[in-house]
């Protein structure tokens, strides 16, 4: 089964862009996955659906600031603008043959 | 928009089993398009899946948990259930329930912390 690989940490100011990686392990690179955000205290919310064309579809509500690329392996999300509320952990997803695994999440601390 | 609600004891002793209900209101659990799910969140730890169901009864289990696991749906009360034997500390969690868009989470419950304590 695929596993996906995030850095623990990332930061970035206030206003300014960030780029998230989630990385499908060898065997895996062509995989859709999907983006989760989750505020301090708060359940998770879905944030897109990421394909490895780079083609994304977003979840209801989900500001313009948040998109998607890919290349490769490599998937990831990008904010932009960044605020306040966007401090939070992020987490992909995958699946293989109805088994799914999530990455271990990036916390995002917006400086 | 779907909305979900877990609900369940918050505290259950060690070696019993812990039980949770997922109510789906917003739409129909039969719907053909989605799965229905279970995560969990050690406190201070990422997500892991436990497993999901199908409106028609089809299920698959996380391979760690597969032997503790029952997932059940009740299509006439549009909710379904998790059923984890023999817990231990190791199972306290914050338990989210979930629905899951042909293969990828789409809306999240608010989630229910279960303390495993005698």
């Known amino acids: 089964q695929p596993v996906l690989t995030q850095s623990s940490s990332a930061s970035a100011s206030l206003g300014s862009s960030v780029k998230l990686t989630c990385t499908l392990s060898s065997g895996h690179s062509s995989y859709i996955i999907a983006w989760h955000q989750q505020q301090p205290g708060k359940a998770p919310r879905y944030l897109m659906k990421l394909e490895g064309s780079g083609s994304y579809n977003k979840g209801s509500g989900v500001p313009d600031r948040f998109s998607g690329s890919s290349s490769g392996a490599d998937r990831y999300l990008t904010i932009s603008n960044l605020q306040s509320e966007d401090e939070a952990d992020y987490y992909c997803?995958?699946?293989?043959?109805?088994?799914?695994?999530f990455g271990g999440g990036t916390k995002l601390t917006v400086l | 928009q779907l909305q979900l609600q877990e609900s369940g004891p918050g505290l259950v002793k060690p070696s019993e089993t812990l039980s949770l209900t997922c109510t789906v209101s917003?739409?129909?659990?039969?719907?053909?398009?989605?799965?229905w799910g279970w995560i969990r969140q050690p406190p201070g730890k990422g997500l892991e899946w436990i497993g999901s169901i199908y409106y028609s009864g089809s299920t698959y289990y996380n391979p760690s948990l597969k032997s503790r696991v029952t997932i059940s749906v009740d299509t006439s009360k549009n909710q379904f259930s998790l059923k984890l034997s023999s817990v231990t500390a190791a199972d306290t969690a914050v338990y989210y329930c979930?629905?899951?868009?042909?293969?990828?989470?789409?809306?999240w419950g608010q989630g229910t912390l279960v303390t495993v304590s005698s």
């Open positions: 917003g739409g129909s659990i039969s719907s053909s398009s989605y799965y």
């Open positions: 997803e995958t699946w293989d043959s109805n088994i799914r695994v």
């Open positions: 979930a629905s899951l868009l042909y293969n990828w989470v789409d809306y």
